[in-house]
């Protein structure tokens, strides 16, 4: 699922202001868990692989959002993302993240949507008792 689809041209173009691309080489830890979360990533290109200690780990590839739930809650990081491959990334700063949310509706319902997708992905992966 791609965080932005479903947005309009004038959407994109607002998200696209707001973001810095940057590359990064293969084997980079791109977050930390338990660290403070001050942006959150958007995969353009490559994969990454996100963990949680003792929780397991699951693979995210082009148009998978990372590290917008600490920005969401001000909690410390979730998971450590490290890239697979080299990798493409889009950026939002805390601020920017903050704007689009509250001025893009198609971009909110976005991120809840892929949180919502999580959440489920987890509760799947628990096992019954």
């Known amino acids: 699922m791609s965080l932005f689809s479903g947005c309009t041209k004038r959407e994109l173009k607002l998200i696209g202001e707001s973001t810095e691309e940057i590359d990064v080489p293969a084997g980079k830890v791109l977050i930390r868990q338990g660290d403070a979360g001050r942006e959150c990533f958007v995969i353009v ?3 990454a692989t996100a963990s ?3 929780k397991g780990s699951y693979q995210m590839g082009p148009g998978a959002c990372f590290g917008e739930m600490s920005l969401l809650d001000s909690e410390l990081r ?3 993302v490290k890239a697979d491959t080299d990798m493409r990334l889009l950026v939002l700063g805390s601020r920017e993240f903050s704007r689009l949310i509250s001025g893009v509706p198609n971009v909110s319902m976005r991120v809840m949507a892929s949180l919502a997708k999580r959440v489920r992905e987890a509760e799947r992966a628990q096992p019954h008792h």
Do not use: E, L, N, Y
Request: glycine share 22%.
């Open 45 to 47: 290109d490559g994969r």
């Open 78 to 80: 979730a998971a450590t």
């Open 52 to 54: 949680i200690r003792g």
